[in-house]
């Protein structure tokens, strides 16, 4: 079945460094590909996203690129903020109409 | 509008007692609605979706139950609750081209 696997957390950075959260996938087809954003105590924000293979998907700074030799959707940023500080979700979305989230990483930044 | 509507935002219950939950979209006929679960620490677990009036697909066995009674409505229930059903819900729905999937602002369930 589908799968998507974040590089495990947390990760804790200082204001201003750069900040990568790796993720990859496993799917049929050609799904598209997002990471979400979790701020405490609240739902899910899509944070940005690609539907196809070398789309660039970005938003507030942050950008992933839709790798499809590589499976990968890897998130970055280049000069995090305090308030950055959040869980990050990365999923997929097949053609039939269904996600599979991978299980967050929990970023913090110190200033 | 991709707005979602849930309700309650919080919930406290005892152990062994019925849930309703409710979740009711704005936008576009007859969207693909979704009732996920994340539990503390953890991420998202599909647990039903359904494609339609009266069409429910469950995801994984478990104690809860789904039911899409209009177009725009999709409500989770249980007739009795256990400790392990704690968590958060969230409700989503796609977009017209399935595309993007938009999250509610969630319930959170605690069971005692």
């Known amino acids: 079945g589908d799968s998507v696997t974040q590089m495990e957390g947390p990760v804790t950075l200082s204001e201003e460094a750069f900040l990568t959260i790796n993720c990859t996938y496993t799917a049929t087809g050609y799904p598209s590909l997002f990471w979400y954003v979790q701020y405490p105590g609240e739902g899910l924000q899509l944070l940005l996203k690609a539907t196809k293979a070398d789309d660039k998907g970005s938003n507030k700074g942050f950008e992933a690129t839709y790798r499809k030799e590589t499976t990968s959707f890897h998130l970055e940023k280049g000069s995090v903020q305090v308030s950055d500080s959040a869980v990050y979700f990365c999923a997929l979305l097949t053609n039939a109409g269904k996600s599979t989230f991978g299980d967050g990483t929990t970023l913090t930044v110190k200033p | ?112």
């Open chain 2, 1 to 112: 509008s991709q707005t979602i509507h849930q309700w309650p935002a919080t919930l406290v219950q005892p152990v062994g007692s019925p849930l309703s939950l409710e979740c009711t979209v704005e936008g576009t006929s007859n969207p693909n609605l979704y009732w996920y679960r994340q539990a503390a620490g953890r991420g998202l677990q599909l647990l039903f979706y359904s494609v339609g009036i009266g069409q429910i697909s469950s995801e994984v066995p478990q104690n809860l139950s789904a039911s899409r009674p209009q177009d725009r409505q999709f409500i989770l229930s249980s007739k009795k609750l256990l400790l392990s059903d704690s968590g958060f819900y969230l409700c989503a729905r796609n977009s017209g081209n399935q595309e993007t999937q938009y999250f509610g602002p969630g319930t959170r369930l605690l069971v005692l």
